[in-house]
């Protein structure tokens, strides 16, 4: 039986609670409902797809397909059905008052209106349906705000290796995405830029590495702040470079524009020399990002132009299979690249400089060297690397001016 409400609290003004966003929490009124090693088996799944709609059906085949489409079981509608028994019986000795919580009908399963039930998931989901509905503009953003509060990370992270849970988690960050990105414009149409500094280091907080950072630098711009403007440039810039991450066109745009805007307090010469100063010296080669790489190039031009330079050359690495073909393998690119790098750190010299192109290929620009005389280099590079990889898999190494292949 069910346990019976604190004094002070009716059972009517009692609520089931259900938090799924970065996490799991389940409670009735002050009490929790823990599961215990039931959490994360098909026992506690099941509840949990219940309530991503709770008091909505459920056709069984789906649920049997969600909990047991990539098992080996015999018969998935008796295990669901024993599932449904077992949970049955654990709500009636929860914290929940008595009733039919678990309602089966024509192979339909939904969470019974026993009790009055509040899921983040789901109003989530309502309010992003609200928003796909509204027309106003200033309504759809105050929905695009209640929403975004109530996602708080991904689905259910512990249970991300399922698949069900992959699918609604991939569903749940594309509602949220079209939601704060809406909310993000027109808090800048309205120069509401307060507003929008606090949306957007919310989203960087909830899902970094997604471009929510130019947001979030955008809003500190427009609010004065350069300092901290610059800060979180910066560490985006360096946090994507130490990730091997690279930007779309698009976004490489945005980068661009928006670095462009950072500016400085008024300072003396002192001050703009310890701005300028390499912070972080290391031996070898420079690394940086594409952006950053591509300035390199174009002032070396102009040098050049100048005479002040006499040459450089450009080459581009490109990660091998195992069969010496460009690799295709996300996972596999990155894992080599790691090596690649390490091998430009230790066999290029400090004045040269290299960035990640895409997943697979590496550009490396080495200054005041002719092709003639760099050959020694990208050999020093090869042996290296394929020290470090054991033998396995290669690299490819050609000039971009005629895309000749010689390693």
Not at 61 to 81: H, K, P, T
Request: proline share 2%; with cysteine; net charge negative.
């Amino acid at each position: 039986m069910g346990v019976r409400a604190k004094e002070g609290q009716s059972v009517a003004e009692r609520k089931l609670s259900v938090k799924m966003f970065g996490g799991f929490a389940v409670s009735y009124g002050d009490e929790p409902l823990l599961f215990g090693k039931h959490r994360d088996s098909k026992f506690g799944q099941l509840f949990q797809i219940l309530m991503t709609r709770p008091g909505q059906g459920f056709d069984k085949r789906e649920i049997a397909n969600s909990l047991y489409g990539r098992d080996e079981v015999e018969d998935s509608n008796a295990s669901l059905n024993n599932t449904i028994f077992r949970l049955r019986k654990y709500l009636e000795t929860s914290p929940l008052p008595p009733g039919q919580h678990l309602v089966l009908n024509a192979g339909v399963l939904s969470f019974g209106k026993a009790v009055e039930t509040e899921s983040d998931v789901w109003d989530f989901e309502c309010r992003a349906k609200q928003f796909e509905q509204e027309q106003d503009r200033r309504k759809k953003a105050d929905i695009c705000g209640k929403a975004c509060e109530l996602y708080r990370g991904e689905f259910l992270p512990q249970l991300l290796s399922e698949q069900w849970v992959i699918e609604k988690n991939e569903y749940y960050q594309r509602l949220y995405s079209r939601m704060m990105e809406y909310l993000l414009r027109y808090l800048k149409e309205e120069a509401d830029y307060g507003n929008m500094e606090k949306a957007a280091a919310s989203a960087v907080r909830l899902c970094p590495d997604e471009g929510w950072e130019l947001w979030w630098v955008d809003s500190l711009i427009s609010l004065g702040f350069y300092q901290k403007a610059e800060q979180v440039y910066r560490e985006m810039a360096e946090r994507m470079q130490e990730n091997g991450g690279f930007l779309t066109e698009e976004m490489q745009a945005r980068f661009l524009e928006t670095g462009a805007r950072i500016r400085r307090p008024e300072g003396d010469g002192e001050d703009i020399g310890k701005y300028l100063a390499e912070s972080d010296i290391q031996e070898g080669a420079y690394a940086c990002m594409l952006p950053a790489f591509s300035d390199c190039l174009h002032m070396l031009k102009r040098m050049i132009c100048r005479g002040e330079v006499n040459g450089f050359s450009l080459l581009l690495f490109t990660i091998l299979d195992a069969k010496g073909h460009p690799a295709g393998d996300r996972e596999y690119c990155e894992r080599q690249g790691e090596k690649l790098l390490a091998s430009f750190r230790n066999c290029l010299r400090r004045g040269d400089v290299y960035a990640k192109y895409s997943d697979g290929q590496y550009l490396v620009l080495c200054a005041g060297a002719r092709r003639e005389n760099i050959a020694g280099i990208g050999v020093r590079i090869d042996t290296d690397f394929r020290k470090r990889s054991g033998g396995r898999g290669g690299i490819s190494c050609g000039f971009l001016a005629d895309e000749t292949v010689w390693l």
